[in-house]
């Protein structure tokens, strides 16, 4: 049989890929995008909605960065109120490891894959900053080097708090008036460098046992906290070899802690444009490139290399010749991409050679560095790529990143998942009921 | 015509009296499952409640106030309340939904935006009631080791409930511009930083979620003290408290009211609903035998914070017009078992209290704030 293809949605974000100037463009607040959003992955046979999460909004140059969407929801409470009107999709969300503590997240996590019949699944994060510590009483700064250690050990202390329960604790018996089979169920006691716990943890075990765990991120710490702890890994790739490439760097890493390749999903985002033809898509494709990139957004993304205020620029002309500011970053908060740049003198070097050998202004540059779709093509095209990476353990599927909200998934569900539903590469029907159902993962082990 | 009476219902598991779950209509079972959830609250929507409430901790259930009780007997495990609501709210219409959160542990950035977005999800019809936690086993839980004084738990409740309300107006109803021709999607002018310092919480803002379709989503209070009245006095658009009698209510809504005054919100509509543990039935002696032999299997007379009423819907429908007198604006019962003093509430005492002209007989809101009367407050940072 051929090797199915795996479909998630990530809900529309709020970074400069989501286009909210089309006239297309709706709510990205109001819970009925929500609604329509996760109905039409839901009707893609999806696997899981994701959400992704930011504790403090974006600022530049000090002051709010109002070019891309603003304002998202509560991620649980978002996730749990889409349960009420989906049946098998998951629904998997960011939920930072900072600011938060074990017992409640456990607790969350638990109520909503009770509320969702087992669909819930967590993409762990560790906060970099003391700039979004500033809305929270837990505050703080952590260290690069510590985000992992947190992140691995505030994972495994929710895990001990869910399995704190096995299962078969409740017994309601109303004749013999036992309500509980195990007088001391969600009994606890974890202690080591960064939580102190103990006592009895509150939610029953839950229909998934864990939430599905997601990790995201290309480090070498990433991958190896994917390939110890996660269920699935997002990530992004350039081309199909380094897809390949990595695929392979962290199936290998899990037979180390007793797992099998099939035990993580590698699931890169992708973003793509449908035409019915492939030439229509190209058209349709660099329209919504420049949608994406409009010459205010050119400038605050090259402000992110070069560190300055740039306001003064000229986004259609050249790029500026001063060099960018080495240091402490201090034009953008809030992103992670900022911490991306290592060498910002050698990027400005790189980028103002291309600019010149190519003809292109700071915004036709930005468009062509920052903005790129993974998919462009017929339905007919994309279903043979999206095949074709996958046979060739590029990944084991996509989470799909629509521009739109909340229509932008509608023409690949419509469209795409048909062919690949024709090619056999494709679910036609769910056929589990839970999140490790739809992912293929088998059913975790009773735990203690 | 009396002024019209205001009506909630607290949901707790299978019902406030500890015996309930052994009842032959209970769903013991059924706890953790949304079903459970979605059948009560639809019930209560039925008999055109304000709202109802769901009980919340950060422990196992127990009757030990310190710490576990290893009782078997008894219904223990919930879920996390903002998710019921949450899960609840696409499948009702109309009716209040007003989770408990635990505040002496939580983050008050978190739970603003939780409580906008359950506003957003049932579009205007969220709340959230605040409880303070003195319990050494809740704070162990979280790795704390100081447990605060009464004063300074209400104390720092009033702080969270600040944070939580100028997060909520952090947003001007019309910061979201999408301007195409500046590129803008937000006015950032209309995004206030809320830079609150208090003695244990400092809190940046602006929130990461648009000002909520309530604009103030309810804040409410359980209040049997002077520093709790003093929370729902300066803090809440709604208190729940626990009269013996009706003498007893005119006292605590004075307290209340002094408490309002005190904090120069005497101009504000702050309601006051006086709790009751409802064993109700079509007699009063089938009523009493229920409640008999629910206490035999419980193995103890059942008391309670609030008054226990034991008897007919019109026998309580003659009581709460009496307590309302007292200045007690409506009432939060406490169903003994469910859904069985539910039912009697929307079935029986609703009925009751419409030929009485003392409960609506429709939906004349669409948001909670709608049906306590309360207007959408202007946003505190807007300048005109």
Do not use: C
Not at chain 1, 186 to 214: E, K, N, Y
Not at chain 2, 51 to 78: K, N, Y
Not at chain 2, 236 to 248: M, Q, R, S, Y
């Amino acid at each position: 049989m051929t090797k199915q293809v795996h479909l998630a949605a990530h809900f529309p974000g709020v970074n400069n890929t989501t286009v909210w100037s089309d006239p297309a463009a709706g709510s990205h607040i109001e819970f009925s995008s929500f609604v329509r959003f996760a109905q039409a992955a839901e009707r893609g046979k999806f696997d899981f909605l994701f959400l992704a999460e930011g504790l403090r909004l974006r600022e530049q140059n000090g002051a709010i960065y109002d070019l891309d969407v603003v304002g998202r929801p509560d991620t649980f409470t978002v996730l749990a109120a889409l349960a009420a009107v989906t049946e098998h999709l998951g629904l998997a969300g960011t939920i930072n490891s900072t600011f938060n503590e074990p017992y409640e997240v456990a607790r969350q996590f638990a109520s909503l894959d009770h509320l969702s019949g087992g669909r819930a699944a967590w993409n762990v994060v560790t906060s970099w900053d003391a700039f979004t510590g500033e809305n929270f009483r837990r505050g703080g700064f952590l260290a690069q080097d510590q985000r992992y250690d947190r992140a691995r050990t505030f994972l495994s202390t929710v895990q001990e708090l869910l399995d704190s329960w096995r299962g078969d604790e409740i017994a309601a018996d109303k004749d013999t008036g036992t309500f509980l089979a195990d007088p001391a169920a969600g009994t606890f006691a974890h202690s080591d460098a960064h939580f102190d716990i103990a006592g009895r943890f509150d939610v029953p075990r839950s229909p998934q046992g864990r939430p599905v765990v997601f990790q995201a991120g290309d480090s070498e710490e990433g991958r190896e906290f994917a390939a110890s702890a996660a269920d699935a890994i997002f990530s992004r790739h350039g081309t199909k070899e380094a897809g390949q490439a990595f695929y392979a760097d962290v199936k290998g890493r899990l037979a180390e802690y007793g797992r099998t390749p099939a035990d993580l999903l590698i699931l890169p985002a992708a973003t793509f444009v449908v035409g019915e033809t492939d030439a229509e898509a190209v058209e349709l494709a660099a329209e919504v490139r420049r949608q994406q990139v409009s010459g205010q957004t050119a400038l605050r993304k090259l402000e992110e290399v070069w560190n300055r205020d740039l306001s003064g620029y000229d986004p259609d002309g050249p790029l500026p010749e001063v060099d960018p500011l080495v240091g402490e970053h201090t034009v953008a908060k809030g992103r992670a991409s900022v911490r991306m740049n290592r060498d910002p003198i050698a990027v400005a070097k790189d980028w103002r050679e291309r600019a010149e050998a190519e003809g292109l202004s700071i915004r036709e540059l930005m468009i062509e560095i920052s903005s790129h779709q993974d998919f462009i093509g017929s339905p007919t095209t994309i279903a043979e790529q999206m095949i074709d990476l996958v046979q060739a353990g590029a990944s084991d599927g996509f989470i799909l990143v629509p521009h739109i909200t909340p229509g932008g998934l509608d023409p690949l569900v419509d469209a795409v998942v048909p062919v690949l539903q024709e090619r056999g590469a494709y679910r036609t029907e769910y056929t589990g009921t839970t999140l490790r159902d739809n992912l293929g993962l088998p059913p975790l082990a009773g735990a203690r | 015509m009396s002024t019209p009476l205001h009506l909630a219902v607290a949901l707790d598991g299978a019902g406030w009296h500890p015996a309930a779950w052994r009842e032959p209509d209970a769903r013991p079972a059924d706890l953790l499952t949304p079903g459970y959830w979605v059948d009560l609250v639809q019930e209560a929507e039925r008999g055109l409640l304000d709202l109802v409430t769901l009980e919340d901790a950060l422990s196992l259930q127990s009757t030990d106030r310190d710490g576990p009780d290893d009782r078997t007997d008894q219904v223990r495990g919930r879920l996390d309340a903002v998710q019921v609501a949450a899960r609840v709210a696409p499948l009702t219409a109309n009716i209040g939904l007003v989770p408990t959160a635990v505040v002496t542990h939580t983050e008050p950035f978190h739970l603003s935006k939780a409580i906008a977005t359950l506003d957003y999800v049932s579009t205007g019809r969220a709340g959230v009631r605040v409880k303070v936690s003195g319990s050494p086993a809740e704070a162990a839980h979280v790795g704390r080791r100081e447990v605060l004084s009464l004063e300074d738990l209400f104390a720092e409740a009033a702080d969270w409930v600040e944070v939580l309300r100028r997060l909520w107006d952090s947003w001007e109803d019309d910061a979201e511009i999408r301007d195409v021709a500046t590129g803008r999607f937000v006015d950032r002018e209309k995004l206030h930083y809320i830079d609150f310092e208090g003695r244990s919480l400092s809190v940046k803002g602006p929130s990461i979620t648009p000002r909520p379709p309530q604009g103030q989503p309810i804040v409410a209070a359980l209040a049997h003290q002077q520093a709790p009245f003093e929370l729902v006095g300066s803090s809440a658009d709604l208190g729940f408290v626990t009269p013996t009698d009706a003498a007893d209510a005119t006292r605590i809504v004075g307290a209340v009211r002094d408490a309002q005054a005190a904090a120069a919100r005497a101009e504000e509509t702050v309601h006051v609903f006086g709790d009751l543990v409802v064993f109700l039935d079509d007699d009063e002696a089938t009523a009493r035998a229920r409640k008999d032999r629910l206490d035999e299997r419980a193995g103890a007379e059942y008391t309670s914070d609030a008054t226990v009423v034991v008897g007919t819907p019109a026998g309580l429908a003659d009581q709460l017009a009496e307590w309302a007198q007292a200045g007690l604006t409506g009432f939060r019962l406490r169903p003994a078992t469910l859904p069985h003093d539910l039912r009697q509430v929307t079935t029986g005492l609703v009925p009751e209290l419409q030929r009485r002209g003392l409960f609506r007989t429709a939906y004349e809101a669409t948001t909670l704030r709608g049906h306590l009367g309360l207007p959408r407050p202007a946003n505190r940072y807007t300048t005109v």
